[in-house]
């Protein structure tokens, strides 16, 4: 793999940072497929994995084992492991369909259009439970974050920023872009799984007319 950025996280932690962002999803895909000993817990984010260790583990040794590893194998098409597909069904009529269209000098059909035909995959879950950071690096989608938040964003709704997609999991403030919106629950605790989404989950959207 390329250059990897271990710093210490305390005494029994450490913070992952590659050189290039494009293999974070296949360190993190290795670290849960073939999880190291003495590893706690890891924890994605934009650029970095935090992993936690047991107490008494040796964070060299980790390391180690970390710089070890073959990040190429394994890997499918698109340079990742397989990893589950979540479909959302979209009604693509959202209050700021136009105006992200407008600043990407497309139409709204043309935004749905690379929306939809995006390989989205969910690079680290935050702000709220189960919001998934949707990235596709080659969608062409990057859009500012609105002027003025809102301070109430309906459950459902699918929207971009900064370059990446998300669905809103419950009604809270945000300053998203608002293309559209799902029925698809994306957070619900009497599931065993609460979060349909977690950092590696692959998500394909469809337009529905309803």
Not at 36 to 41: K, L, Q, T
Request: proline share 9%; net charge negative.
């Amino acid at each position: 793999m390329s250059a990897l950025t271990v710093r210490p996280a305390g005494d029994r932690a450490l913070l992952l940072e590659p050189a290039d962002a494009a293999q974070l999803p296949l360190l993190l895909d290795h670290l849960r497929r073939a999880p190291i000993d003495g590893v706690a817990d890891l924890l994605p984010a934009a650029r970095t994995v935090l992993l936690t260790l047991c107490p008494g583990i040796d964070p060299a040794a980790i390391e180690s084992r970390v710089r070890a590893l073959d990040l190429a194998s394994g890997a499918d098409a698109d340079g990742v492991a397989e990893a589950e597909t979540v479909t959302v069904p979209v009604c693509y009529d959202g209050p700021d369909l136009a105006d992200a269209a407008d600043h990407l000098g497309v139409s709204p059909g043309e935004l749905v259009e690379r929306h939809t035909a995006a390989h989205w995959r969910c690079a680290f879950v935050g702000f709220a439970p189960g919001f998934g950071y949707l990235h596709a690096p080659d969608a062409g989608l990057s859009v500012p974050r609105r002027p003025q938040a809102r301070t109430a964003v309906p459950a459902g709704s699918v929207a971009l920023a900064g370059g990446y997609s998300a669905v809103y999991p419950r009604s809270s403030p945000g300053g998203w872009q608002i293309i559209g919106r799902t029925d698809l629950v994306l957070w619900d605790v009497a599931r065993p799984e609460p979060a349909l989404l977690r950092a590696g989950t692959r998500v394909r959207f469809v337009a529905v007319d309803r």
